[in-house]
């Protein structure tokens, strides 16, 4: 599926995750909705990250609190058929101060 986003792994999740999106252009944003109010404060690049083998990717991270989603949009373009990692540590909050049981790795390819 050389056009299409594949998901090659995932850790730290409950459920897998699918997907299958034609690549068009090497900007994709992530959409992720939680069932539960975030803590602002928590939603930031030191606790959501994207990351290739050759490094950390820049980001803009937002978090809709009307939703409970949070989106994260690379700041330069993905390279097409390069491995990435979405990370999501455990230190984002709920509102009320609970944290995620698990870091979440999702390991894909564009």
Do not use: C, H
Request: proline residues 5%; without cysteine; charged residues 25%.
């Amino acid at each position: 599926m050389p056009n299409y986003l594949e998901i090659e792994s995932t850790s730290g999740l409950d459920q897998t995750v699918k997907q299958a999106l034609k690549f068009k252009t090497g900007n994709f944003v992530w959409k992720i909705r939680f069932n539960t109010a975030l803590d602002p404060q928590t939603v930031n690049n030191n606790n959501l990250s994207v990351s290739s083998p050759s490094g950390q990717i820049k980001t803009n991270i937002s978090y809709d609190a009307l939703t409970n989603e949070i989106e994260i949009t690379p700041l330069e373009a993905y390279a097409k058929d390069e491995s990435y990692t979405l990370n999501i540590s455990k230190r984002v909050t709920s509102k009320g101060g609970k944290p995620l049981k698990n870091n979440i790795e999702v390991k894909f390819k564009l």
